[in-house]
């Protein structure tokens, strides 16, 4: 494998609004991923654009000759990322590509696909139709998470879907206080709190009974889990607002996750800060895209009712 030489990409800034230099990053352990990879590199080559695999992708390849940049310089060298697999694929890759505004095209090798919208059977057509103009562009704002002990910075990171407070492996009750903007909101117990962005609330916030937004929505919604309460329910604040919590006394070990990844644990009184992040994720959908129309695929909005009467 030959590492990419930024001179030869000197082009991408000569040629606007157009994708030549084009980075793939796909899901691991999975052969049906590394076969629409395969695809998707035979057509570009054959369009005549340049391919660059991020590292772990390439790995998975099993090829020599193939140009690679790490995770951290793709946005910075392609002028479109296409990444193959599930929603979490492109959560993590996310919070790399933010930074450069460099568009990024979903295909779905997963489960729902919010996030990676088209099908494997139309990868083709589909992203010869973007490489053409014929898209739509999306915009979506991240979280920052910042993590406070004894009022010194001790934790950093970012999320797209939501940072989630719980209690890590206990099957207990945490106990915590709510600000928003500097007011204090509850002091509550439950299984923790799901504080999520528009792209976030069609995933773990909505199992825990919040509200779907609208990706357009400049907005985030609180959800708790399972409160100790009956009246407590979903709030949603506006996107620039300081959401601050406070760990009260507790015997537990609660964490606070960043879009699933690994929990940073947490001490009594320790403040977990969350503001929106001033990077947004370049979102691109092929034409024709409806995220009501996503919705009723997805969640499966309106579908007959079989059976016997």
Known sequence: MQRIKYSALLSKYMIKDSFRNIGLIGRPNSSLVIDTLNQLEAFLLHEGLTVIYDEDT???MQKTGLQISSRALLGEVCDLVIVVGGDGTLLHAARSLARYKVPVLGVNRGRLGFLTDINPDEVISKVNSVLHGHYT???R????LEVRSNGSRVAEALALNDVVLHAGKSVHMLEFELYIEGQFVYRQRSDGLIVAT???STAY?????GPIMHPKLDAIVLVPMHPHTLSSRPIVVDADSE???RITETTLKPLVSPDGQSGISLNTG???YITKHPFKL????PSGYDFYAACRTKLGWGNPITGDD
């Open 198 to 200: 528009p792209t976030g």
């Open 205 to 209: 916030a909505l199992s825990g009974g």
């Open 141 to 144: 704002f991240l979280l920052n």
């Open 270 to 272: 320790d403040w977990v």
């Open 282 to 285: 370049k979102l691109i959908h």
């Open 137 to 139: 562009t999306d915009q």
């Open 243 to 245: 959401i601050k919590i």
């Open 58 to 60: 390439a790995q998975l």
